[in-house]
């Protein structure tokens, strides 16, 4: 598959185990490959980032750069689910939660997750198959996302 820059692009912390753990299980759902992934703290994830015109410090978790428009917290993380198939779209429901509130418990989780999941020993190395959906790897060179 060739790397496509108008596919929605999901930004995570690349070494907490939650947030790869979270690109493992939409990889595993997103079959069409709707979806590119980058290292939050890559070159590829700050060109999109500008290119978004990101104004504000993000935070260190989960963000979706689509359309050019930028999702963060419990907005990224609902907007991912919703996309994917089986039952993940029910997922919409927890939209009627007012924001405030849903990037509350959003960010409890996020200030927990290294505490709560740990952190990657070493680099998860996606297959050659799924290496094209990661559009950070050419600044790591095989090193892995």
Known sequence: MTRDA???????????????GFVQFVIKRDPKARYRFAALRSAAAQAALDAAGAAE???????????????????????????????????SVFVIVPRP??????????????????????CWVP????????SDLEDRGSSGA
């Open 6 to 20: 108008d596919k929605p692009l999901i930004l995570f912390d690349g070494e907490c185990n939650l947030c790869n």
């Open 127 to 134: 297959t050659p198959e799924l290496r094209s959906r990661f």
């Open 101 to 122: 509130l849903r990037d509350l418990v959003y960010d409890w989780v996020a200030r927990n997750r290294i505490r709560w999941f740990g952190r990657q020993q070493a």
């Open 57 to 91: 410090a993000l935070p260190d978790s989960v963000v979706l750069v689509s359309g050019g428009r930028l999702r963060t917290r419990s907005a990224a993380a609902l907007t991912i689910l919703r996309s994917l198939g089986w039952l993940w779209p029910l997922t």
